[in-house]
């Protein structure tokens, strides 16, 4: 266990300006071990840039790059993402 | 109008300081106003971005402390020695002051006055904010769920929100505080670190599903959550939020 | 258009600008970053290899490496995150004393590290007094937080091309992008080009 460890909710609001829908609840599938669970579970580190790992097995989901003019988004580990429809409504309707 | 409430959401908008306020001798409430602010949930965060005239910026993630209240937004930012951004919001920052933010961000660690489960709270130091957030929209709805939170902090001095927490007491709300390094002549509470003895205690049963949020140190979200399920709590039905550094 | 923050300045100190590439800032911490949760694997159990295209792999055990003979180095070191850290000071073997003697017509290397990370050099970028295997830090040994036992150093590259808690290097014939050059990273990062991401 880690200090640095963060949950994936660290990194909710770049994703959520990215993707436009709430990332946090989000369920992630891993490539490595097939366990799926929130992304807002996922454990996150920072290194040269941003890593989300499977809560279960620690391989790596996800990486994110931030460059001034754009965000690299990679992903190693992550087979599928399930959007709940509900989310992603809630998270560009208008008010 | 349409439009800029879903870019309020998903982009840096600008905010004003309406007011500074101390909770402890570290910590701070700073008050804004967010025009473009769409509401939020009770346990969501905010991302703020500073730019020092250079052109060099930080961010950082914080949670948001207040219940939702139209363009109003409170933070409440614990100084750290070492931090770059914390003693610039807690010793530099005045109203009339303008920062950019980004949120509300978070859909995991949420919690809503209309969920009837019992709630367990566990807080270490500043991790309450997010916690207090829930316990404030809970009282402005005048609900009368069963939540429970135990509290950790340092010593009677360092209880952020300690006068706030004492008069929402009752109507089904129980603060539980425990003091680790050192407590007033007469206290009679919990006087060491959250293990699985007291959190058995408190907690509600797991029977009666109680859905948990834990927020601090993540040494000590790991501690909690570790010993939650070791009394027999749902890991699926604990969520977690550990503050570390945020910076972007 | 991002608004200025009235007084706020950050964390950073002010230092000779020619030594500090462009987009970088200079800090006087040392900033613990890593891509992965950090290892422990106990000095008994460690050891490095040289692999790959070469006629006989080598093997060190922790006693056999802090035999070799090692050097003191000072250097500049950047992160592709923007800091800059002047005059750290380390302690290790450097790569040509590992390689000294091998024979390959290998051209690039890879760096192994327990629990999973590689990152990838062109072979003439680790050698000629380029780079080291690190073992200590300001005088004392290496903390696990930023990669001891032992890490490559390479100050010449963004600091993701020095692998901590490196075990192994393999030389290849052909290049073979890491876990960061995969994933948007630039393949070479040559800090003084900007050199952060693909297309850069």
């Keep these: ?95 | 109008m349409a439009g800029t409430a879903v870019l309020g959401r998903l982009t840096w908008q600008v905010a004003d300081v309406i007011e500074v306020a101390s909770e402890t001798p570290r910590v701070k409430t700073i008050v804004f106003d967010a025009p473009n602010w769409t509401g939020h949930r009770a346990g969501q965060h905010v991302d703020i971005r500073l730019t020092a005239e250079d052109g060099y910026r930080a961010e950082r993630s914080y949670s948001i402390a207040s219940a939702p209240d139209g363009t109003r937004i409170e933070l409440t930012v614990e100084r750290l020695d070492d931090g770059e951004v914390s003693p610039y919001l807690t010793e530099e920052l005045r109203p009339g002051d303008q920062i950019e933010l980004r949120g509300p961000v978070g859909g995991y660690f949420v919690w809503e006055p209309s969920r009837n489960a019992p709630v367990l709270l566990v807080g270490g130091g500043s991790g309450v904010v997010p916690l207090m957030a829930m316990i404030r929209a809970r009282a402005a709805a005048g609900a009368d769920i069963d939540m429970r939170l135990l509290f950790s902090s340092r010593s009677w001095e360092d209880v952020i929100y300690r006068d706030e927490l004492g008069h929402l007491e009752g109507s089904g709300l129980r603060v539980i505080h425990t003091l680790t390094r050192s407590q007033p002549p007469s206290w009679t509470g919990y006087a060491r670190r959250v293990d699985g003895a007291m959190l058995a205690d408190i907690a509600p049963s797991p029977s009666a599903k109680p859905r948990v949020y834990v927020c601090g140190p993540t040494p000590f979200v790991e501690a909690v959550a570790t010993a939650l399920v070791r009394i027999g709590h749902d890991a699926g039905a604990i969520r977690t939020e550990r503050f570390g550094p945020t910076g972007g | 258009m991002p608004i200025i923050s009235r007084g706020f300045r950050g964390r950073r100190t002010e230092g000779d600008s020619a030594r500090v590439p462009p987009g970088q800032y200079l800090t006087p911490d040392f900033p613990v970053l890593s891509a992965g949760p950090t290892p422990h694997t106990p000095l008994e159990r460690w050891d490095f290899q040289i692999t790959g295209e070469i006629d006989e792999p080598r093997r060190w055990t922790w006693e056999d490496f802090r035999a070799l003979p090692s050097e003191g180095v000072t250097v500049d070191i950047h992160c592709v995150t923007k800091w800059s850290k002047l005059d750290t000071i380390w302690r290790g073997v450097s790569v040509d004393t590992l390689l000294d003697g091998i024979e390959t017509s290998a051209e690039y290397v890879v760096e192994y590290s327990d629990g999973g990370y590689t990152t990838n050099l062109p072979l003439e970028d680790v050698t000629g007094g380029k780079a080291w295997v690190v073992f200590e830090y300001d005088g004392e040994p290496l903390e696990p937080e930023h990669g001891g036992p032992a890490r490559m150093l390479v100050p010449h590259l963004y600091f993701w091309k020095s692998a901590k808690w490196v075990r192994a290097l393999r030389l290849l014939a052909t290049d073979e992008p890491g876990f960061w050059e995969v994933n948007g990273y630039h393949n070479y990062g040559d800090p003084w080009r900007e050199q952060r991401y693909w297309g850069d």
């Design chain 1, 1 to 95: 266990m880690d200090a640095l460890m963060l949950d994936g909710n660290a990194v909710a609001g770049m994703l959520q300006q990215v993707f436009a829908i709430e990332m946090t609840t989000a369920l992630g599938t891993c490539r490595e071990c097939g366990a799926t669970d929130v992304m807002g579970a996922t454990r996150v580190f920072r290194g040269a840039g941003i890593v989300m790992r499977c809560g279960r097995c620690n391989y790596p989901l996800v990486t994110i790059g931030k460059g001034d003019e754009s965000v690299w988004i990679g992903f190693p580990g992550l087979r599928t993402l399930e959007v709940r429809l509900g989310d992603a409504e809630t998270a560009m309707r208008a008010e």
